[in-house]
C-alpha cells in the first residue's frame, strides 16, 4: 500500500465562545474537567492576551486504498475582534478549515457564513495571486468543514437555535460554491466521545484529498 504524508495546517476559525479551543484540547486528548479549568484560567487574561494557538497532532487515515499521514499544525485562532488583522492573515495559511458555530447562539452561524468562510476564501485567494507557485488554483475556493457545537444545549423549540435541515442547507450552498461536498457535524465538545470528536479530523482530512483530486495535484 502506498504510503503518503502531508503536513497541513488547519485553521479553527469561528466567533468567540462558540468552544473552538474546547474542541482543540479534546483532540489533543484533554479531559473536560481540565478544559473547564484552562479556559477558566485563559478568561481572566481576556483583553490582555490574544489567545491564538498552535498544536501539532499526527494522524493515519485510510482513503481510497491510500494511507495517507498527517501531520496536523491546527491553528486554534481568537474569535475575539481586536485582533483581526492578525486573525485575517492566519486564515491564508489553512489548508482546510474547521468552521465552528455554538448551535444554540444562530448569531455565530450567522457570522461564519457571512463573514469567517468568506474572509478565508478571500485570504487564500489573495495568498495564492501573490505566488507563482498556486497559479493552477486561481479563483478556486478552499476546503472547509462545518461545525455545529454544544449540542447538549440545544433546545428545538428555542428559535435562536440552529436546526439540522439549517446546517445541511448552508452546507449545501458552500458546496456549490466549492465544486465539492462540504461536510458538516453535530457535536459537543463536553459530551461527545472521542471517536466521534475525532470525525472532525477525518472529515478534514478526506475534503482535502478530494480537494487535491478535484484540482488533479498530488500536493498542494
Ligand atoms: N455545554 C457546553 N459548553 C461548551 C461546549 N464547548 C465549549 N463550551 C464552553 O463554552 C465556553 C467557550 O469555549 P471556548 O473553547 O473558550 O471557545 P473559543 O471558540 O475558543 O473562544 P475564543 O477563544 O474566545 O475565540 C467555555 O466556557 C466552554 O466550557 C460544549 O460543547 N457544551
Ligand atoms: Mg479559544
Do not use: C
Not at 44 to 49: S, V
Not at 117 to 143: M, T, V
Amino acid at each position: 500500500m502506498s504510503v503518503i504524508r502531508l503536513q497541513l495546517t488547519l485553521v479553527f476559525m469561528g466567533d468567540s465562545g462558540v468552544g473552538k479551543t474546547s474542541l482543540r484540547l479534546r483532540l489533543e486528548g484533554q479531559p473536560w474537567d481540565d478544559i473547564v479549568k484552562f479556559i477558566a484560567g485563559e478568561m481572566t487574561q481576556r483583553g490582555k492576551k490574544l489567545t491564538i494557538y498552535s498544536s501539532s497532532i499526527m494522524r493515519d487515515y485510510y482513503i481510497n486504498a491510500v494511507r495517507y499521514e498527517i501531520l496536523w499544525t491546527i491553528y486554534d485562532l481568537a474569535g475575539q475582534d481586536y485582533a483581526r488583522e492578525v486573525i485575517e492573515s492566519l486564515l491564508g495559511q489553512g489548508r482546510v478549515a474547521v468552521a465552528v458555530f455554538d448551535v444554540t447562539r444562530r448569531i455565530t452561524f450567522e457570522n461564519l457564513r457571512d463573514w469567517w468562510i468568506p474572509k478565508y476564501w478571500e485570504k487564500i485567494e489573495e495568498k495564492r495571486r501573490s505566488s507563482k507557485l498556486y497559479k493552477s488554483f486561481h479563483g478556486r475556493k478552499a476546503p472547509l468543514v462545518l461545525v455545529g457545537n454544544k449540542i447538549d444545549l440545544r433546545r428545538e423549540d428555542d428559535p435562536d437555535h440552529v436546526k439540522t435541515e439549517e446546517i445541511s442547507m448552508l452546507a449545501e450552498q458552500l458546496s456549490e460554491k466549492l465544486g465539492l461536498e462540504v461536510p458538516y457535524i453535530e457535536i459537543s465538545a463536553k459530551e461527545s466521545d472521542f471517536t466521534y470528536v475525532e470525525k472532525i479530523l477525518e472529515l478534514a482530512a478526506n475534503a482535502y484529498v478530494k480537494w487535491l483530486a478535484l484540482i488533479g495535484e498530488k500536493e498542494y
